[in-house]
């Protein structure tokens, strides 16, 4: 299953680039601007610019669908956690001393910042 919706996925993915590729800019030419050079076309003057923006809408939409069926399918296989395999950090302790224990030693904070070079 999931291998058939990496499939359909890098083929829309292809597609939408070329349909993207294949649209003209709004301002395509001096003559698009007056109404002029689009009767010669297959799909006439207006009939192009919608067929590609609806087919670009198509295809926007099966790729964000197959986006999605994409990460719940990889999400689905692998556990919960990023951290379930993880083992648990060990503390250090000091060895058992007869009597009182022993001190901490002092905290020595870093300066706050580096002292200036000496010339």
Known sequence: MMILF???H???CLILILIVLLQSGKGADLAGAFGGGGSHTAFGARG?????????????VIFM???????L?????RGSSVMEGA???QKQTAP???GSPAPAPPVQNPPA???PPKP
């Open 113 to 115: 910042s580096p002292a």
């Open 96 to 98: 058992a001393q007869s």
């Open 48 to 60: 192009t610019a919608t067929f590609l923006s609806k087919l670009t809408t198509g295809a926007a």
């Open 10 to 12: 890098v083929l829309v």
């Open 73 to 77: 399918l990889t999400t689905r296989d």
């Open 65 to 71: 669908v197959t986006s999605f069926a994409l990460s």
């Open 6 to 8: 990496s499939i359909v």
């Open 87 to 89: 083992k648990p950090a």
